[in-house]
């Protein structure tokens, strides 16, 4: 289908468009792309041989015979407009993946508003060990394969399916595991009510002899297999579950180790590799699907064997004795699971470096925000993130720093990475931990205090 086919990708350095990109170059695309700037990303690219050029570069488009461009590409883009121009076939980045869904005989999707990432990964771990030659697309980049993609067959694709403006209603799923359901996104959805209704369009286009997997501890989730036919599996920690926990324990590490109960009898023994009890949620989940596919040990391998995403809870290293980490939580129901996790750790003292996500959500969501991030001992707040907005929300960090201080006074807003590094290193102490989050670029402030020796 793609065999010889020029494809362009306007905005290619973006963690989903630079796996598609693999994709199509694997099914025989000669690709090109365009980015605003360079980085660890685009870089892996141009190693692949492919043409990445940064700026607007509308000659690519012109050579084109496809284009797929990102949702936060303007229509007054240069690129976009030489496209319309030469009425070119474009395509947004998630009608164009949905195309390719179709190509794969399972699609395995993995959603949910928290949690998807590691799940992915491990459900990917989980074939990768069995020997079953995925092709996975994710939305972090998994230790295992130092990429956010893999290109393997064409009998399974495992990828991470992102519910914002409607996304994953473009595929064609074989599968779907919905981790929860959360208000979020509400630039887009406005309120709950239309996020569950999304899921419920998402649900519907499974197969019926698919699968849905959901947590049964969810509460928003609790009616959203009304609208399929496919087959329903459950799982969380309550009794009336096809897949539960038991005899949970945790070690120093915050690793935990538990019993999975298949149809209330014991099914395997797993001992996870990476911290916070989220994961036997995200555990569950990924056992439940991959049970439908692969035997049982292999289930157990791939599960112990995994080692996260990158950002999420990272361990990046230490400053004078003082732990570093790293989290992606960007909603106040991640930071919460972030919190736990830091709580698991010894450590003295925790501050808290968050960069806001977007200045919808900060505004939405600023009294638990605040709620949550006073649980630290000390809290710096960077300056938002805007990603793809502008500020027409009336929010400002001081706003967040005035609701923090109602519950705890130590907290301030810092507006540079460089001037946050240098009040860390001032009055961190030693045995103290440090946690970076949220999803924009505040990891910078993590790598550059491990490296300031």
């Given at each position: 289908?793609?065999?010889?086919?020029?494809?362009?990708?306007?905005?290619?350095?973006?963690?989903?468009?630079?796996?598609?990109?693999?994709?199509?170059?694997?099914m025989g695309a000669i690709v090109t792309g365009s980015d605003i700037s360079e980085s660890k990303i685009?870089?892996?690219?141009?190693?692949?041989?492919?043409?990445?050029?940064?700026?607007?570069?509308?000659?690519?488009?012109?050579?084109?015979?496809?284009?797929?461009?990102?949702?936060?590409?303007?229509?007054?883009?240069?690129?976009?407009?030489?496209?319309?121009?030469?009425?070119?076939?474009?395509?947004?980045?998630?009608?164009?993946?949905?195309?390719?869904?179709?190509?794969?005989?399972?699609?395995?999707?993995?959603?949910?508003?928290?949690?998807?990432?590691?799940?992915?990964?491990?459900?990917?771990?989980?074939?990768?060990?069995?020997?079953?030659?995925?092709?996975?697309?994710?939305?972090?980049?998994?230790?295992?394969?130092?990429?956010?993609?893999?290109?393997?067959?064409?009998?399974?694709?495992?990828m991470e399916a992102c519910e914002y403006v409607d996304s994953f209603l473009h595929f064609h799923p074989?599968?779907?595991?919905?981790?929860?359901?959360?208000?979020?996104?509400?630039?887009?959805?406005?309120?709950?009510?239309?996020?569950?209704?999304?899921?419920?369009?998402?649900?519907?286009?499974?197969?019926?002899?698919?699968?849905?997997?959901?947590?049964?501890?969810?509460?928003?989730?609790?009616?959203?297999?009304?609208?399929?036919?496919?087959?329903?599996?459950?799982?969380?920690?309550?009794?009336?579950?096809?897949?539960?926990?038991?005899?949970?324990?945790?070690?120093?590490?915050?690793?935990?180790?538990?019993?999975?109960?298949?149809?209330?009898?014991?099914?395997?023994?797993?001992?996870?590799?990476?911290?916070?009890k989220q994961n036997i949620y995200n555990a569950l989940a990924a056992t439940a699907l991959c049970s439908?596919?692969?035997?049982?040990?292999?289930?157990?391998?791939?599960?112990?064997?995994?080692?996260?995403?990158?950002?999420?809870?990272?361990?990046?290293?230490?400053?004078?004795?003082?732990?570093?980490?790293?989290?992606?939580?960007?909603?106040?129901?991640?930071?919460?699971?972030?919190?736990?996790?830091?709580?698991?750790?010894?450590?003295?003292?925790?501050?808290?470096?968050?960069?806001?996500?977007?200045?919808?959500?900060?505004?939405?969501?600023?009294?638990?925000?605040?709620?949550?991030?006073?649980?630290?001992?000390?809290?710096?707040?960077?300056?938002?993130?805007?990603?793809?907005?502008?500020?027409?929300?009336?929010?400002?960090?001081?706003?967040?720093?005035?609701?923090?201080?109602?519950?705890?006074?130590?907290?301030?807003?810092?507006?540079?990475?460089?001037?946050?590094?240098?009040?860390?290193?001032?009055?961190?102490?030693?045995?103290?931990?440090?946690?970076?989050?949220?999803?924009?670029?505040?990891?910078?402030?993590?790598?550059?205090?491990?490296?300031?020796?």
């Amino acid at each position: 289908m793609l065999n010889g086919k020029k494809i362009h990708f306007i905005g290619i350095g973006g963690v989903s468009m630079s796996g598609i990109a693999e994709m199509v170059n694997s099914m025989g695309a000669i690709v090109t792309g365009s980015d605003i700037s360079e980085s660890k990303i685009t870089n892996h690219l141009k190693d692949l041989g492919f043409q990445v050029l940064y700026g607007h570069h509308p000659e690519l488009v012109a050579e084109s015979d496809i284009v797929v461009y990102t949702a936060a590409i303007p229509e007054n883009d240069p690129e976009r407009i030489q496209a319309s121009e030469l009425k070119k076939e474009a395509y947004e980045r998630a009608e164009f993946l949905g195309k390719l869904t179709k190509l794969y005989k399972n699609c395995l999707c993995i959603s949910g508003t928290h949690g998807k990432s590691t799940t992915t990964g491990m459900v990917s771990m989980i074939f990768l060990e069995a020997k079953k030659n995925p092709t996975i697309q994710i939305g972090a980049i998994m230790k295992e394969i130092h990429s956010t993609s893999y290109i393997g067959g064409h009998e399974y694709l495992i990828m991470e399916a992102c519910e914002y403006v409607d996304s994953f209603l473009h595929f064609h799923p074989t599968a779907e595991i919905i981790t929860n359901i959360d208000n979020d996104h509400l630039d887009y959805f406005h309120n709950l009510e239309n996020i569950k209704n999304s899921f419920h369009k998402y649900t519907n286009l499974l197969p019926q002899n698919g699968y849905l997997i959901i947590n049964k501890d969810d509460e928003n989730s609790k009616d959203i297999e009304e609208n399929t036919q496919a087959k329903v599996i459950t799982y969380g920690l309550t009794n009336d579950a096809d897949y539960i926990a038991k005899n949970i324990q945790k070690n120093e590490m915050g690793h935990y180790s538990f019993d999975i109960y298949k149809h209330h009898g014991f099914y395997l023994h797993i001992d996870l590799n990476i911290s916070g009890k989220q994961n036997i949620y995200n555990a569950l989940a990924a056992t439940a699907l991959c049970s439908e596919y692969i035997e049982k040990e292999q289930i157990k391998k791939g599960l112990e064997k995994y080692q996260g995403v990158e950002r999420r809870f990272e361990y990046i290293g230490e400053y004078h004795h003082a732990k570093i980490y790293d989290d992606y939580a960007h909603h106040p129901t991640e930071i919460l699971s972030t919190l736990n996790s830091v709580k698991e750790m010894k450590y003295h003292e925790s501050w808290a470096i968050f960069q806001p996500h977007t200045y919808s959500r900060t505004k939405e969501h600023l009294e638990e925000f605040a709620e949550v991030l006073s649980k630290f001992d000390h809290i710096i707040i960077a300056t938002i993130y805007g990603a793809r907005e502008i500020n027409h929300f009336d929010i400002n960090e001081n706003m967040l720093v005035e609701q923090i201080k109602r519950q705890n006074q130590n907290v301030c807003y810092i507006d540079s990475f460089d001037n946050i590094v240098t009040f860390l290193k001032e009055n961190v102490k030693e045995n103290d931990m440090i946690i970076t989050i949220g999803a924009g670029p505040v990891n910078k402030i993590a790598y550059s205090l491990k490296d300031s020796h």
